[in-house]
């Protein structure tokens, strides 16, 4: 079994930056595949990023590409969501998921693991 916990969100200003966490138990981050979504007031959820376990590539929706960082720390079984630059439509509730498949899906029902959800309110 795998859980996860986020950690980081908050209010913040456009154009500020935020960094979000996410810490793994139950499995190594060599072990399962990782990603960020995010889900607006009365909206589904929509991927952000996520990372191939064993090469470290990222992939990233085109809404915050240039914007947004996947950091992984393997020693702390920890990954992170650097938000840089960021603008009122990135308000929403950020969840970290992990799949024991390879590939970093960007669909949502292809991670059986979700943490609690961080709450991120950007102001104008």
């Not at 499995?27 to 991927?47: C, I, N």
């Not at 079984?77 to 840089?84: A, H, I, P, R």
């Not at 009122?88 to 024991?100: Q, S």
Request: some cysteine; proline content about 3%.
């Amino acid at each position: 079994q795998v859980q996860l916990a986020e950690s980081g969100g908050g209010l913040v200003q456009t154009g500020e930056s935020l960094t979000l966490s996410c810490v793994v138990s139950g499995r190594t981050l060599s072990e399962v595949t990782m990603g960020w979504f995010r889900q607006a007031p009365g909206k589904g959820r929509d991927f952000v990023t996520a990372i191939n376990r064993n090469s470290g590539a990222t992939y990233y929706s085109d809404s915050v590409k240039g914007r947004f960082t996947f950091v992984r720390d393997n020693a702390k079984n920890t990954v992170y969501l650097q938000m840089n630059n960021v603008s009122p439509e990135d308000t929403a509730l950020y969840y970290c998921a992990a799949a024991r498949t390879l590939w970093p899906s960007r669909s949502a029902s292809d991670y059986p693991y979700w943490g609690q959800g961080t709450l991120v309110t950007v102001s104008s």
